[in-house]
């Protein structure tokens, strides 16, 4: 058996003499071309339950991206390297640092889920790299940190329970709540700003419930809660767990109006509920895509552009972040350090209006919008039917002691 | 709410998930009992049951129909999908479960466990808008005209989930049947048994698999219809914890052990429903303190409650 | 001659072991989708190369275990040297020396349920739980009352070993998958209580844990260009290394010969007078103290936990590389770690799809080899113990 294991020993030296240069040699940087890539990071769930908003952020990043590429009148040619969270701390931390680590990477709009998020500033502060928050609200991610290097485009908890609780109680009078919240940091968190936006207006609520993520029944507590006879179920946590609740709120007879935070305003829980959505009441930071600025213009070249998905929620804020870098970018270079500083000092315009990066690198121009759905659709309060009286709340009708009749139409 | 009513409602939500656990868990004890595997996929089966059946009813345009046009396609569509995801168990089981039963039994934990994983994602990725929560609609309500519900000391019972249950219970009992009165029920039962000795008896044991893999994901299927019903959704990853839980139920039943299987799913969820109602803060430990009930019985009967089929061979 | 042909051997195994380290630098090198599929054809190159050519291949194998030491001496060296090369061929180097440190985590993680599961037959499918006692013990020493990791670190081990003892009772009483299913259960009931308890953080987690400090020593400090991740490298080199060694020995032992008799056949072993559940107990504890370092050493590095880093689904992964390596086999274990932890991160190229190639790779790589990568075969003994045994030992 000669023959073969020469060749076998041939073959073994052959790759053992080329694998070095393989290795050192593969992948020779093309020559120099006219302009400069600059790579900015996206960061989000791209896979996994919340993969639609981290897939709409992302085709809004991408699309402010290649409008800046076509205008032509930049210094450097940008391109978006995208990476999956999946929701999950961990994975957060392990892709923040890939992310940091690629010294090609001078900047990154990081980050859908809160929970993620928190875990992740200390490692865009660890590596010095500027990270724009594009969708997370949880307030602790800029108020909890005195970290140059992370800032937010979107709104906070604070803001949009104020807000919430301005509407039910100040514009619409409503007066008894149960709150039921999910437990992670996210859940707890609108829990402790909607208390405390309902305590500046002399209200405690009937009660108070947690729910773990995942969980799919809620009959035990939902028929506690119907005892009680509340006027509003606010619910402070995400989508999934929010369809369920509204559902078997629905099937067990608690009679009162449903009410959610910017965790609920995605479009799966009016798909997923169908003429049950019909009446419940959410917000989300910023105004509303037809009412901003430059929202029909957004509106138009994102569904010129051809993403399969829709933006959803935080698209828009996406669509900002990318802005702010590569405005940033071309004013100071790509060099992380200068960004950090050049960015902190963010005080522009954009689609969604004013961005006003304050000392914590908050956006701190208050704007939320409520938004009720209407025929399978979240509408803008204002917009609505129900704001202008054609249509009857649910809260109205059971506060009277009436049944309450659903006038869903489909979408 | 009076006490009677608390614990009657108690026991109503109990009962609503511990058909479903125990038709899961059956499966469980059934692969167990004629292959000796660990078949972590069945959550997934389960999960494949809710999807075929939103399928088939959207197919079949049963929503716009009513009467006996109605009656007879939502009998046609669960049938159906009874019938579809047991094949589709059956070829898995070919494919995935059989080839790695050969080995230990841990081995076809973690095989089945990526099959799972495989199934779960496929149908993220896949089905049409995959990683949506899907809306499973309401399909009992049109049998009930008018009333919806009716009150029974002071709880609600509603019309759709009162018949679930009955539907459930009455292919609990007709399983149980099958398995002792009938020859295949009976040749099942050899195989359990004995494998070897059951083919020397001349029972194609090959067959007796793919027979067994059919009614076990058959009946997963079912109640991952009566799932949607009940829940009115369904989402891609909604069979994981179900599998666990299933699991645990036919564990604590008796691995192996028909009956046991099934009184172990009721018991799962009835200690579900107690803490979720009576213990504060229930609702989210609930199903923490199923399992650490689940440990402290198998300290006091650790071969589950009415036993293993099997003794050791020494 | 005898010289002669040792002297060969050596040099061979030099020779694998480089062009297999340059082969894993390269594959960690590209970054496009063609990778997954010369990985896969690579693999399946090496699989039909290892049929035909079988006797070369166990010659080879052969050769690996006779000179076990040298071949795992070699493999510590190119270890060693490995951060200094990297950077120089790697783009991503910082987020690969991370993905290797963790792997080494694992590595040991799943050693220590090898000795339970593997070595003993004993299934612990609560693995992550133990892991994250010692990562939360540690965290909560280290950022609370500020004790250093030369105390943290043995403590989380500790700590992960005494929460063990608080199974003695399913220990002794319940066998095979009733143990599974009472560690399964004591798992899910931990990771509930860290999110609930607020004093550990909650559903938050503990954040800010200090970084390592020995004797002034920071970690965070950079080795000259290096990042200081490669601090954490060698410190999970160097205790991933004594522990690989103290289960090497103890799989050699007579602890490990009895073990084994335990896993194999029970009521034979119990006939031999074998102490089967004091035996049982040891173990348990033992394996879950390499877990709480391991979760130890997490902690300070990452310098963030939380429960969802130690649910269920990680526990099933530690069950899986043990089980994939083939069970009783720290080679098989080390091999398994890498194909179930590096070789899904290379697969974030193909982000959609990872997670679903993931479970194809555990199905098929079961499919083909039911008994693991590298099952244990009956135990070779050499001379010495066959003198041990002609004595008559203990």
């Not at chain 3, 259960?185 to 938050?204: K, R, W």
């Not at chain 3, 997490?298 to 994939?324: R, T």
Request: net charge neutral; proline share 4%.
């Amino acid at each position: 058996m000669k023959g073969p294991l020469r060749l076998v020993g041939l073959g073994i030296i052959i790759l053992l003499v080329f694998s070095p240069l393989l290795v050192f040699n593969y992948g020779c940087k093309p020559k120099e071309e006219e302009k400069k890539v600059v790579k900015i990071g996206f960061i989000g769930p791209l896979t996994g339950k919340y993969s639609k908003m981290g897939i709409g952020g992302l085709n809004s990043f991408k699309l402010a991206v290649m409008q800046q590429n076509n205008s032509g009148k930049n210094k450097y040619i940008y391109e978006v390297v995208p990476f999956d969270d999946e929701c999950v701390p961990q994975k957060g931390v392990e892709v923040a640092t890939k992310c940091c680590s690629d010294p090609e990477i001078v900047a990154a709009a990081t980050h859908y889920c809160s929970m993620v998020a928190i875990s992740c500033v200390d490692v865009y502060h660890k590596f010095g790299l500027p990270a724009i928050v594009w969708g997370a609200v949880l307030p602790d991610i800029t108020y909890g940190n005195d970290y140059k290097e992370v800032s937010r485009v979107n709104g906070t908890q604070v803001e949009q329970n104020e807000f919430n609780a301005h509407l039910m109680v100040d514009e619409l009078g409503f007066k008894k709540f149960c709150i039921i919240h999910d437990t992670t940091d996210y859940g707890r968190g609108h829990l402790k700003y909607f208390l405390k936006a309902l305590k500046k207006r002399g209200i405690e609520p009937l009660s108070i419930d947690g729910i773990t993520i995942g969980q799919k029944d809620f009959t035990t507590i939902l028929t506690k809660i119907k005892a009680l006879k509340p006027e509003v179920v606010y619910f402070g946590g995400l989508t999934a767990e929010g369809a369920l609740i509204k559902s078997q709120m629905d099937k067990l007879g608690v009679k009162a109006q449903f009410l959610g935070t910017s965790g609920i305003k995605s479009d799966d829980f009016n798909t997923s509920l169908g003429e049950h959505a019909e009446g419940t009441i959410c917000m989300l930071d910023g105004a509303p895509i037809e009412k901003m600025p430059g929202g029909l213009e957004f509106k138009k070249a994102y569904e010129e552009a051809g993403f399969k998905e829709p933006y959803e929620a935080y698209g828009p804020f996406a669509y900002c972040a990318a802005n702010i870098i590569i405005k940033a970018v071309e004013k100071v270079g790509p060099d992380r350090e200068k960004l950090v500083e050049e960015i902190d000092k963010t005080d522009t315009e954009d689609i969604i209006g004013r961005i006003h990066f304050n000392e914590y690198g908050q956006n701190d121009v208050p704007l939320v919008t409520a938004y009720v759905s209407q025929d399978g659709q979240w509408v803008p309060w204002e917009d609505s039917l129900y704001a202008k009286g054609e249509r009857e709340l649910p809260g109205f009708a059971y506060r009277e002691g009436r049944e309450w009749v659903n006038p869903y139409q489909g979408p | 709410m009076s006490s009677t009513s608390i614990f009657l409602q108690i026991i109503f939500n109990g009962a609503m998930l511990g058909i479903q656990y125990s038709l899961i868990a059956v499966g469980f004890s059934l692969f167990f009992g004629v292959l000796d595997v660990i078949n972590f996929a069945h959550g997934d089966i389960f999960m494949l049951g809710a999807f075929v059946s939103l399928t088939l009813i959207n197919v079949t345009g049963l929503l716009n129909t009513s009467g006996a046009t109605y009656v007879f396609l939502l009998i046609l569509v669960i049938i159906l999908s009874m019938i579809i995801v047991g094949g589709l168990g059956v070829f898995f089981e070919r494919i995935v479960v059989k080839p790695v039963s050969k080995g230990p039994t841990l081995m076809s934990l973690v095989a089945t466990l990526g099959l799972g994983i495989a199934i779960r994602e496929a149908v993220r990725l896949f089905y049409p808008r995959g990683s949506e929560t899907k809306r499973f609609p309401e399909l009992l309500v049109k049998l009930f005209p008018g009333k919806e519900a009716i009150e029974f000391k002071g709880i609600i019972l509603r019309y759709d989930n009162l018949l679930i249950l009955a539907v459930g219970i009455i292919v609990v009992i007709l399983l149980a049947l099958y398995i002792n009165k009938t020859k295949m029920g009976l040749t099942i039962r050899a195989v359990a048994q004995d494998a070897e000795a059951a083919s020397m008896m001349g029972v194609n044991k090959n067959l007796i698999i793919d027979v067994t893999f059919f009614i076990g994901s058959a009946l997963a299927a079912l109640a991952g219809f009566m799932n949607g019903l009940y829940y009115n959704s369904i989402i891609f990853d909604m069979g994981a914890m179900a599998g666990i839980v299933g699991f645990s139920a036919a564990v604590i039943g008796g691995l192996g052990n028909i009956y046991g299987a099934i009184v172990g799913g009721f018991l799962f969820a009835m200690v579900e429903s107690l803490s979720a109602a009576l213990i504060p803060r229930g609702s989210e430990f609930m199903t923490v303190i199923a399992f650490a009930v689940v440990i402290l019985f198998l300290v006091f009967r650790p071969s589950g409650i009415l036993g293993e089929r099997a003794y050791e061979r020494v | 001659m005898k010289k002669e042909s040792k002297f060969l051997d050596y040099i061979k195994i030099i020779l694998v072991e480089i062009v297999a380290f340059f082969l894993f630098l390269f594959f960690l090198k590209i970054e496009s989708i063609w990778i997954v599929i010369a990985a896969i054809l690579l693999a399946i190159l090496i699989y039909f190369l290892s049929k035909i050519y079988k006797e070369k291949f166990r010659a080879l194998i052969e050769l690996f275990s006779r000179y076990q030491n040298f071949a795992i001496g070699v493999l510590f060296i190119l270890l060693i040297i490995y951060p200094f090369i990297s950077p120089l061929i790697i783009t991503h180097s910082t987020y690969w020396m991370l993905i290797l440190i963790q792997t080494g985590i694992y590595i040991m993680i799943a050693l220590g349920l090898n000795f339970q599961l593997g070595s003993t037959g004993m299934m612990n499918l609560a693995t992550a739980a133990f892991y994250g006692i010692g990562a939360y013990t540690a965290g909560l020493l280290a950022l609370k009352l500020g004790w250093t990791a030369l105390l943290t670190i043995p403590l989380g081990g500790l700590a992960a070993a005494f929460a063990g003892l608080l199974l003695v009772i399913p220990i002794y009483r319940t066998k095979g998958h009733y143990l599974a299913l009472v560690t399964l259960a004591f798992g899910f009931m931990l990771v509930l209580a860290a999110d609930n308890i607020e004093i550990i953080g909650g559903p938050q987690g503990l954040k800010n844990i200090p970084p390592v400090n020995i004797f002034g020593y920071n970690f965070l400090t950079e080795i000259g260009s290096l990042h200081f991740y490669t601090n954490y490298y060698y410190l999970v080199l160097a205790i991933l290394g004594i522990t690989i060694f103290i289960f090497a020995r103890l799989f050699n032992s007579w602890i490990g010969l009895t073990s084994a008799y335990i896993r194999d056949d029970e009521p034979a072993a119990k006939g031999c007078g074998i102490n089967i559940n004091l035996r049982k107990l040891l173990v348990f504890v033992f394996g879950n103290f390499f877990m709480g370092v391991a979760g130890a050493i997490y902690a300070h590095m990452i310098g963030f936990i939380s429960p969802p880093n130690f649910q269920f689904a990680q526990s099933l992964l530690i069950v899986a590389i043990v089980i994939i390596g083939g069970m009783d086999n720290i080679l098989g274990v080390i091999v398994a770690a890498i194909l179930l932890v590096v070789f899904p991160e290379k697969l974030r190229v193909v982000t959609e799809y990872r997670i679903f190639l993931y479970g194809i790779l555990l199905v098929v790589t079961l499919i083909l080899r039911p008994r693991g990568i590298l099952p244990f075969g009956p135990r070779k003994y050499d001379s010495s113990i066959l003198k041990f045994a002609r004595k008559g030992g203990s």
